[in-house]
């Protein structure tokens, strides 16, 4: 596509945009709402956002399914307040969702072993009828616009304008930090087309392409995106992809993870370490030289007498140190 | 006249009929039981090789009880009874002798109470009628194995038929040992090398009682009998490494590697060579027998106590193991597992940097076994908090290494179970290193499309070889060339 008809594209897109932001002021609630039984928290959407990644990334999903499903789900937790009982019920049935419109339909992991992988306590049936809810609650008919759909947008406009920078600017490390981002509830407030601008930025900046940062304001200035707005979200990408490429390893967290080994197994692992019966018998220091045993003569000739050739000249404790010492090393084993 | 078997050449008593590496069959190990198909076998459960020639019935004259007779008299009616206790009667026939039997059985009864509460009856003649006692009556040669094929891990034991005799004479041995006035260095002269070495062969027994006993009585030999303590420890080798490179046969091993877990446990610190000379010539060896699954919780025991005195020897002993993997038999690989596990819960995290390699590069193919139970347990490693926080540590090493197998099987494995199991690990994983673990399924996936194109171009090629090859011999006179 060449570059007038991308821009154009681009247009379209960006007024089309606020039809799919999450309802700022549910989300503000969501953020602001203390840990409470009643209530969703930021930190509990959060976790599941990081489990929707996890089953994205295990069942073979594409980035659009899961930026799809975190977009309904933020649409959907803005509107509707429910119970954290029920979160994870309505995050699988927008990852079901959005695989379905997005994948293959031979890809799409039933929805069976969707919850049986991620260990839901609720039936099928539930999660078809949470489905529907969400379908008509947030009217879902077209694929929304989200962040990723900017985000490939600028990422053709800004090949299409220097053809040699493929290899620098990567679609693929795109994708995984917005992914990285959408784990974070904030960054749900943004705009697509300015959460992807600023991505974008950042990896230019990165790459220190002095043209590549031409076409990024050409495309400011072509959406009329305030410069305010793109900083401030600049700086909060920029933070949590700090975060994000560090190399300190976060802890994971077992406490939700079931894990279930069959019988036999299960047997085995609980069979007891065997408690030692015997006593320990401590090595001793000296007394234990075996030239102490002075019984060499009592043995039937033929058999390969290791101690025995010490000889009782070799006891007591009065013979020289050294002396016993070359005597120990001598005893090797056959 | 009463024969008794009597060996100077060591560990030779035990009569073979054939050699020991006879059967199992591939079918016994994996799960499928040979007891499932076997036809019943004829009960048989009593041997004994102590006979006698048919003679005279034994007589023996009834000595009056120890608590009737006053004290200074004691000592000396005690050895007349050891003396009388020498006889040794024949189970194998169950009539004979009864009466003398039963008196020889309330004899010994009193001996071990009386060993177990008297003062002062040890004088320094008792010692020698002790140990001549206690040897008329246990040292003998061992009955053959009933059959070539016996299994120690399916097949009922043969039991020994003097027993009761047997087992009261072991008893009052081990009583007499650990007598507050049992005195080493007068044993010392009776209780000797060769002594030890009869007693050694007897631990070849199939009935596990007497093992049992054995063990108890070495172990207390072991503990007050300073001088003999190498030679022990040398002969066991010996055992063992016959064991291992010859026979494939002995009953006692688990009962020796138990003595021999309180020893290491009580090894001095630094270690000596020979101690680790054994620990990698002998008990790393062991782990390759087939019989393992009889004594595999002791030897892994020994491992442990090993590590935990010198932890400089877990590179040796991870890298032996892998070395001697299973490569056929899964319930060794179980085994093998559970014994790594073992290892690396009391591992030190710089020894484990220097092993997490070739170590991740062998779980990562149990991770993949088909094999549900292998793969099972090699996924639970990821339930150990402790491995867990080493994993973390050496996260940007192990991941990749565990990464492709991991990814496959989430897509390949036949056993959902194994599905659900891998699904944990990789979440774990994917929280530990984000970064990378997005790497590296960034390269797998197009490495997959790589793939996958290759192969559709393949399959094109051959398409249109067919089509020319059609075209071809067509295009004449129709009729296709052969």
Not at chain 1, 196 to 202: E, F, G, V
Not at chain 2, 155 to 162: F, G, I, K
Request: glycine letters at 2%; charged letters at 25%; proline letters at 5%.
């Amino acid at each position: 596509m060449d570059a007038y008809k991308l821009m154009k594209e681009l247009r379209v897109n960006y007024e089309q945009e606020v039809f799919y932001l999450p309802k700022e002021t549910g989300l503000v609630l969501i953020e602001s709402s203390t840990r409470d039984e009643s209530r969703i928290s930021a930190k509990c959407r959060d976790v599941q956002v990081e489990d929707l990644w996890s089953l994205t990334s295990f069942f073979g999903y594409s980035t659009q399914t899961f930026v799809l499903a975190v977009n309904l789900l933020d649409r959907f937790l803005a509107l509707m307040r429910i119970q954290p009982k029920h979160l994870s019920c309505v995050s699988l049935s927008c990852l079901h969702m959005a695989a379905k419109v997005t994948e293959e339909e031979c890809d799409v992991t039933s929805s069976d072993e969707l919850i049986r992988i991620g260990q839901a306590r609720f039936t099928a049936s539930d999660l078809c009828r949470m489905e529907k809810i969400v379908s008509e609650k947030l009217d879902f008919k077209s694929k929304p616009i989200t962040a990723l759909t900017f985000l490939q947008l600028y990422h053709q406009i800004a090949l299409s304008h220097s053809m040699d920078r493929k290899e620098t600017l990567s679609l693929e490390k795109l994708e995984a930090q917005l992914k990285a981002c959408l784990c974070r509830i904030s960054f749900s407030k943004a705009k697509p087309s300015v959460l992807a601008l600023s991505l974008l930025r950042l990896q230019i900046i990165a790459v220190q392409s002095e043209d590549m940062l031409e076409i990024a304001s050409h495309i400011q200035r072509h959406l009329k995106i305030a410069d305010g707005e793109l900083r401030l979200w600049s700086e909060r990408v920029a933070q949590c992809l700090s975060d994000y490429a560090s190399p300190e390893c976060s802890k994971p967290n077992h406490r939700k993870l079931q894990w279930i080994v069959s019988r036999r197994t299960a047997q085995n692992l609980h069979a007891s370490r065997s408690v030692p019966e015997l006593p320990t018998i401590p090595e001793g220091g000296w007394g234990e030289s075996e030239s102490e045993d002075s019984c060499e003569d009592v043995m039937s000739s033929g058999e390969e007498s290791l101690s025995s050739s010490l000889g009782s000249d070799a006891e007591g404790p009065y013979f020289p140190l050294h002396y016993r010492q070359q005597r120990d090393r001598g005893h090797l084993l056959a | 006249m009463v024969v008794q078997g009597d060996s100077s050449a060591p560990l030779q008593s035990r009569a073979m009929s054939s050699a020991a590496t006879t059967s199992p069959s591939v079918d016994k190990v994996d799960g499928f039981s040979r007891k499932s198909v076997r036809k019943a076998k004829q009960k048989r459960s009593q041997s004994s090789s102590q006979f006698r020639s048919q003679g005279k019935p034994i007589e023996l004259t009834p000595l009056p009880l120890l608590k009737d007779v006053p004290a200074p008299e004691q000592p000396e009616l005690f050895l007349k009874k050891l003396q009388q206790c020498c006889t040794v009667f024949d189970f194998m026939d169950t009539l004979s002798d009864l009466k003398m039997k039963e008196y020889k059985r309330s004899t010994l009864n009193e001996l071990v109470d009386y060993v177990t509460v008297s003062r002062g009856y040890l004088t320094e003649q008792a010692y020698p009628d002790v140990v001549k006692m206690v040897s008329h009556n246990i040292f003998r040669t061992l009955p053959p194995s009933d059959s070539n094929e016996f299994d120690p891990e399916e097949d009922e034991p043969t039991l020994e038929a003097s027993w009761p005799h047997l087992q009261l004479v072991y008893e009052f041995f081990i009583r007499f040992l650990e007598s507050q006035e049992f005195q080493p260095s007068i044993a010392k002269k009776y209780i000797d090398q060769k002594f030890v070495l009869q007693l050694l062969e007897l631990f070849d027994s199939e009935d596990p009682r007497e093992r049992d006993y054995l063990k108890t009585v070495l172990h207390r030999i072991y503990g007050k009998f300073l001088g003999l303590r190498a030679f022990i420890r040398k002969q066991i080798n010996n055992i063992f490494l016959r064991f291992v490179y010859e026979t494939e046969h002995f009953n006692g091993v688990a009962e020796l590697l138990e003595i021999l877990g309180s020893i290491i446990n009580g090894f001095a610190l630094p270690l000596k060579a020979e101690h680790k000379q054994f620990l990698v010539k002998v008990l790393i060896p062991l782990h390759t027998v087939r019989s393992l699954s009889l004594f595999h919780a002791q030897l892994a025991y020994c491992i442990v106590q090993f590590l935990e005195k010198d932890p400089t020897l877990t590179e040796p002993v991870i890298r032996g193991l892998l070395k001697f993997w299973p490569k056929t038999c899964s319930q060794k690989e179980v085994m093998f597992l559970g014994e790594l596990e073992e290892i690396l819960d009391v591992i030190e995290p710089t020894q484990f940097v220097k092993i997490q390699e070739p170590l991740f590069k062998q779980i990562s193919r149990c991770v993949s076994s088909p094999h549900f139970q292998v793969a099972e347990r090699a996924l639970y490693y990821w339930n150990n908090e402790y491995i867990m926080s080493l994993i973390e540590e050496n996260s940007s090493v192990i991941l990749p290494i565990m990464f492709a197998s991991l990814y496959r099987i989430s897509k390949e494995h036949w056993n959902p179970a194994i599905v659900a199991l891998v699904y944990n690990v990789l979440k774990a994983f994917m929280e530990m290193n984000s970064t990378l673990f997005d790497e590296l399924t960034a390269t797998y996936k197009s490495d997959r499309q790589r793939e996958k194109k290759k192969e559709k171009e393949r399959e094109e090629l051959w398409k249109k070889l067919e089509d020319l090859e059609l075209k071809r011999g067509l295009r004449s006179d129709g009729i296709i060339p052969t």
